[in-house]
């Protein structure tokens, strides 16, 4: 008889049930949207915040000081110690490899640039643009174009393998050199494949290839400093302890953490006799920059559970309302309180599932819409989150209809069906 | 009280005054309906006004912690060159109180033992108000102490006891008052407060470093004021720093607003069907007057004015609530208040009512075609 009930409910109240079923499919859609959204707004803004640039700096670890003013260095180029160009593919090889976005290694140089009678002394930067590396069955591309996204090139990019360079913007206007020209580095003409805007100390130099760099010091497999840009962590309480001080366990929590510290450390553990270093500038204040947006989303999920919650509640208590004769009547026919609510319990549960699905799945194709559209990547809906969201759409209908359903089964039958309600 | 005097009292009472009576005594009578519908309408406009409150301002609060980045525009001299000694004031009047303008200046010293060094001449407070990242174990406070990086350390004052430096035959002895840490060119340096730097090396401010509020454009707005103001200098955005606020701040912002949509969407919704539900219920007093003979425009007039106060207060009440949300999300997540956007108020009320009018018009539409008997019969 219950069961006939339930079923005889559903098919000759269809357009009503259709009514309550939509909002429920809204609520949640619009709740499974904002969950996964503020779920991964972490991630697709911390890698957003990597546009930022480079947020790590490995030098050598017996490395002299520097002495630049202006991005112009003023001390020979060949003091100091340097990195080996062949030890940087072990970067793809540390623990968090994968948050390891891209690296870019940097070799300046002291040359002279311009014919002999307008001959000046200018810096020279060899690096990576976008360098194919292979380590271990790991392929992936990385220089300057990932982790300086705000180079900005008049002409091409050079190839790395390419003895073309960039002109700093700076540098090209005071010798008058534009794309397409050829210019002398130490007595050597090399084509210039673009101009090179940057705002910062490079507007002033000249980019090359660093095989170029290698071969104008006469150190091959030189490198002097390495950028790397990582995905980290916002740094808590752990990761400002000093790891020397910490026991076995803890150091292991340390260490699987990516923060921007114990990324740092396994970078040194990595590259042979190097230290590596957090760039504060960056490293510290994606913390609190990521800190704020997600809570910011988190504030504003709430607000959107908080109104889809009271869709679906005013929703399902305008459904029952409605229906106070058939109440009346089955209490008439002597159904106890207990069976009357039951049955519309069931109703309620019956209802929120069906539309729950439907919502769940509507709110992931809302997710992935919005991903799409604002971060050019997908939103991953984390598996778990379909029992969640089921069992936050069964419980908001369940205290939804509660209310209703009380005052429907207190209600009087005679007034009911006299209807006056 | 006594059928005379209230038929008394009625006679006296103006005939306009039905149509307000009638209004009032819905919402009095239908308590708990009527209730329920108001704090739908409520919710709804609460969470719309928090929304665009929130949209509204947290651009400027991002901005605000975006300039914790430093310095996003640079002035140095054109060709190396000092900078004209009223440089500062110059950059801070064409500023106007949007920014931070940081004097440094640079040379290259000699260490004791014959290293080169970068020394550089700052004003110690604005540089804390700048440059918040940097790590220092103890700022300068007396005369004669200097700021030490954390690898220039090793080369100046390996112990760390008091150490000289010479520039140009002049010779300055410094006590180290604390090491500076920043992961990039700064470790490198000895920090020095600007007079005394000034007056043991004689040179002025080379370069300044700008922190200004203000979008992209905004900042290049900025930055050409600024050269126009001093033209013999060379003012350059720090493009490291704007694009990537401008990337960031332009997803959240986008982010923000589906959120917005989405929410403002869901309550709009939560409105409507609360409301239509509302004046479907009350098809009884609809026939009634309709059987007394009221006009159909009277009884559309009667139930567009009921769903359009309802929209009003329901606007009013929601817009006090959706400040006093956004100011505490403000304050949980900023630590700094959100402030109340009144220009929001006209929008939520404009949108309140017409949500509800149009969640009037739907039954209404559905009832007109329906005989007052039938509906009377109650079927």
Redesign the interface.
């Given at each position: 008889m219950f069961a006939r009930l339930l079923y005889e409910s559903f098919r000759r109240q269809k357009r009503r049930k259709l009514l309550a079923g939509v909002a429920i499919t809204l609520g949640v859609a619009v709740a499974t949207a904002m969950i996964a959204v503020a779920t991964d707004i972490g991630d697709k803004i911390n890698r957003e915040l990597r546009s930022y640039g480079a947020n790590l700096l490995v030098t050598p670890q017996e490395d002299t000081i520097d002495v630049e003013i202006g991005g112009v260095n003023l001390k020979p180029p060949s003091d100091g110690n340097f990195l080996s160009e062949a030890d940087l593919p072990k970067i793809k090889g540390t623990f968090w490899r994968h948050n390891i976005l891209g690296f870019s290694p940097m070799l300046p140089v002291n040359v002279t640039v311009g014919s002999s009678g307008r001959a000046q002394d200018a810096t020279l930067v060899g690096t990576y643009f976008a360098k194919h590396l292979v380590f271990g069955k790991d392929e992936f591309t990385t220089g300057v174009r990932n982790t300086h996204p705000w180079w900005k090139v008049d002409g091409v990019w050079p190839a790395d393998d390419s003895s073309e360079v960039l002109l700093g913007e700076h540098l090209s206007q005071k010798l008058q050199l534009r794309t397409g020209d050829t210019l002398s580095i130490n007595g050597q003409s090399i084509h210039i494949a673009g101009v090179l805007s940057t705002g910062g100390a490079e507007d002033g130099q000249i980019v090359a290839p660093l095989p170029v760099a290698q071969r104008l010091l006469g150190k091959p497999d030189a490198v002097r400093r390495v950028y790397v840009s990582a995905l980290t962590k916002p740094e808590d309480a752990l990761a400002r302890r000093d790891p020397k001080t910490m026991s076995g366990e803890l150091w292991d929590r340390w260490y699987c953490s990516p923060y921007v510290q114990s990324i740092a450390y396994q970078l040194q553990e990595a590259i042979p006799h190097s230290h590596a270093e957090q760039i504060r500038q960056v490293a510290q204040n994606e913390g609190t920059v990521l800190s704020r947006i997600k809570g910011l989303m988190l504030l504003i999920t709430l607000a959107a559970l908080f109104a889809s919650a009271l869709a679906v509640s005013a929703a399902m208590a305008t459904a029952i309302f409605e229906r106070r004769r058939e109440v009346g009547l089955m209490k008439a026919l002597g159904a106890g309180n207990l069976a009357v609510a039951a049955l519309f319990f069931a109703e309620s549960t019956l209802l929120a599932l069906m539309s729950g699905v439907t919502g769940f799945f509507a709110g992931s194709w809302l997710a992935h819409r919005i991903g799409r559209s604002i971060f050019d990547s997908q939103i991953t809906i984390e598996p778990v989150l379909f029992p969640v969201i089921m069992a936050i759409a069964v419980v908001v209908t369940f205290a939804g209809s509660a209310a209703a359903i009380r005052r429907a089964v207190k209600f009087d039958p005679v007034f009911a069906l006299r209807g006056d309600a | 009280m006594s059928t005379p005097s209230l038929a008394e009292r009625r006679a006296a009472v103006p005939h306009t005054s039905m149509f307000l009576r009638m209004l009032v005594r819905a919402a009095v009578m239908r308590r708990g309906r009527a209730a329920?519908a108001l704090l739908?309408m409520i919710?709804?406009a609460a969470?719309a006004t928090?929304?665009m409150n929130?949209y509204v301002d947290?651009q400027a609060?991002?901005r605000k912690?975006?300039r914790?980045?430093?310095a996003n525009i640079v002035v140095?001299g054109k060709d190396?060159t000092s900078l004209p000694a009223d440089a500062l004031q110059q950059m801070e009047t064409a500023l106007g109180g949007r920014g931070i303008a940081v004097p440094f200046a640079?040379v290259?010293a000699r260490a004791t033992n014959g290293?080169?060094?970068?020394v550089v001449g700052a004003d110690f407070d604005r540089v804390q108000k700048l440059?918040?990242?940097?790590?220092v174990s103890a700022w300068p406070t007396g005369e004669g102490e200097a700021l030490v990086?954390m690898?220039?350390l090793p080369?100046v004052s390996p112990d760390g006891k008091p150490f000289d430096l010479s520039f140009q035959g002049h010779t300055i002895h410094l006590k180290p008052s604390g090491t500076l840490?920043?992961?990039?060119?700064e470790?490198?340096r000895v920090y020095l407060p600007m007079p005394e730097f000034l007056a043991w090396s004689g040179i002025q401010t080379t370069?300044i470093e700008i922190a200004a509020n203000g979008s992209a454009e905004e900042i290049n707005g900025i930055v050409g004021r600024l050269s126009e103001a001093l033209p013999v200098a060379d003012v350059?955005?720090?493009?490291?720093?704007?694009?990537?606020e401008a990337?960031?701040l332009g997803?959240?912002r986008?982010?923000?607003y589906?959120?917005a949509i989405?929410?403002i969407?869901?309550?709009a919704?939560?409105v409507l069907?609360?409301l239509t539900?509302w004046v479907f219920?009350r098809r009884k007093d609809f026939a009634i007057m309709k059987a007394l003979g009221a006009s159909e425009s009277l009884i559309s007039g009667f139930f567009a004015a009921e769903a359009a106060s309802l929209g009003a207060v329901g606007a009013a009440l929601g817009f006090i609530i959706g400040i006093g949300?956004a100011a505490w999300?403000g304050r949980?997540?900023?630590n700094a208040p959100v402030v109340p956007r009144f220009s929001v108020f006209p929008v939520v009320l404009a949108g309140s009512v017409a949500v509800a009018l149009l969640s009037a018009i739907v039954p209404m539409s559905l009832l007109r075609r329906v005989q007052p008997a039938i509906i009377l019969k109650?079927e």
């Amino acid at each position: 008889m219950f069961a006939r009930l339930l079923y005889e409910s559903f098919r000759r109240q269809k357009r009503r049930k259709l009514l309550a079923g939509v909002a429920i499919t809204l609520g949640v859609a619009v709740a499974t949207a904002m969950i996964a959204v503020a779920t991964d707004i972490g991630d697709k803004i911390n890698r957003e915040l990597r546009s930022y640039g480079a947020n790590l700096l490995v030098t050598p670890q017996e490395d002299t000081i520097d002495v630049e003013i202006g991005g112009v260095n003023l001390k020979p180029p060949s003091d100091g110690n340097f990195l080996s160009e062949a030890d940087l593919p072990k970067i793809k090889g540390t623990f968090w490899r994968h948050n390891i976005l891209g690296f870019s290694p940097m070799l300046p140089v002291n040359v002279t640039v311009g014919s002999s009678g307008r001959a000046q002394d200018a810096t020279l930067v060899g690096t990576y643009f976008a360098k194919h590396l292979v380590f271990g069955k790991d392929e992936f591309t990385t220089g300057v174009r990932n982790t300086h996204p705000w180079w900005k090139v008049d002409g091409v990019w050079p190839a790395d393998d390419s003895s073309e360079v960039l002109l700093g913007e700076h540098l090209s206007q005071k010798l008058q050199l534009r794309t397409g020209d050829t210019l002398s580095i130490n007595g050597q003409s090399i084509h210039i494949a673009g101009v090179l805007s940057t705002g910062g100390a490079e507007d002033g130099q000249i980019v090359a290839p660093l095989p170029v760099a290698q071969r104008l010091l006469g150190k091959p497999d030189a490198v002097r400093r390495v950028y790397v840009s990582a995905l980290t962590k916002p740094e808590d309480a752990l990761a400002r302890r000093d790891p020397k001080t910490m026991s076995g366990e803890l150091w292991d929590r340390w260490y699987c953490s990516p923060y921007v510290q114990s990324i740092a450390y396994q970078l040194q553990e990595a590259i042979p006799h190097s230290h590596a270093e957090q760039i504060r500038q960056v490293a510290q204040n994606e913390g609190t920059v990521l800190s704020r947006i997600k809570g910011l989303m988190l504030l504003i999920t709430l607000a959107a559970l908080f109104a889809s919650a009271l869709a679906v509640s005013a929703a399902m208590a305008t459904a029952i309302f409605e229906r106070r004769r058939e109440v009346g009547l089955m209490k008439a026919l002597g159904a106890g309180n207990l069976a009357v609510a039951a049955l519309f319990f069931a109703e309620s549960t019956l209802l929120a599932l069906m539309s729950g699905v439907t919502g769940f799945f509507a709110g992931s194709w809302l997710a992935h819409r919005i991903g799409r559209s604002i971060f050019d990547s997908q939103i991953t809906i984390e598996p778990v989150l379909f029992p969640v969201i089921m069992a936050i759409a069964v419980v908001v209908t369940f205290a939804g209809s509660a209310a209703a359903i009380r005052r429907a089964v207190k209600f009087d039958p005679v007034f009911a069906l006299r209807g006056d309600a | 009280m006594s059928t005379p005097s209230l038929a008394e009292r009625r006679a006296a009472v103006p005939h306009t005054s039905m149509f307000l009576r009638m209004l009032v005594r819905a919402a009095v009578m239908r308590r708990g309906r009527a209730a329920s519908a108001l704090l739908a309408m409520i919710v709804a406009a609460a969470v719309a006004t928090a929304m665009m409150n929130l949209y509204v301002d947290v651009q400027a609060k991002l901005r605000k912690e975006f300039r914790s980045y430093g310095a996003n525009i640079v002035v140095v001299g054109k060709d190396g060159t000092s900078l004209p000694a009223d440089a500062l004031q110059q950059m801070e009047t064409a500023l106007g109180g949007r920014g931070i303008a940081v004097p440094f200046a640079y040379v290259v010293a000699r260490a004791t033992n014959g290293q080169s060094v970068v020394v550089v001449g700052a004003d110690f407070d604005r540089v804390q108000k700048l440059n918040r990242w940097w790590s220092v174990s103890a700022w300068p406070t007396g005369e004669g102490e200097a700021l030490v990086g954390m690898r220039a350390l090793p080369v100046v004052s390996p112990d760390g006891k008091p150490f000289d430096l010479s520039f140009q035959g002049h010779t300055i002895h410094l006590k180290p008052s604390g090491t500076l840490q920043t992961g990039a060119a700064e470790d490198s340096r000895v920090y020095l407060p600007m007079p005394e730097f000034l007056a043991w090396s004689g040179i002025q401010t080379t370069t300044i470093e700008i922190a200004a509020n203000g979008s992209a454009e905004e900042i290049n707005g900025i930055v050409g004021r600024l050269s126009e103001a001093l033209p013999v200098a060379d003012v350059r955005p720090v493009r490291q720093i704007v694009e990537g606020e401008a990337r960031v701040l332009g997803k959240t912002r986008a982010t923000l607003y589906a959120a917005a949509i989405l929410i403002i969407l869901t309550a709009a919704l939560c409105v409507l069907a609360t409301l239509t539900g509302w004046v479907f219920d009350r098809r009884k007093d609809f026939a009634i007057m309709k059987a007394l003979g009221a006009s159909e425009s009277l009884i559309s007039g009667f139930f567009a004015a009921e769903a359009a106060s309802l929209g009003a207060v329901g606007a009013a009440l929601g817009f006090i609530i959706g400040i006093g949300i956004a100011a505490w999300i403000g304050r949980a997540n900023f630590n700094a208040p959100v402030v109340p956007r009144f220009s929001v108020f006209p929008v939520v009320l404009a949108g309140s009512v017409a949500v509800a009018l149009l969640s009037a018009i739907v039954p209404m539409s559905l009832l007109r075609r329906v005989q007052p008997a039938i509906i009377l019969k109650g079927e």
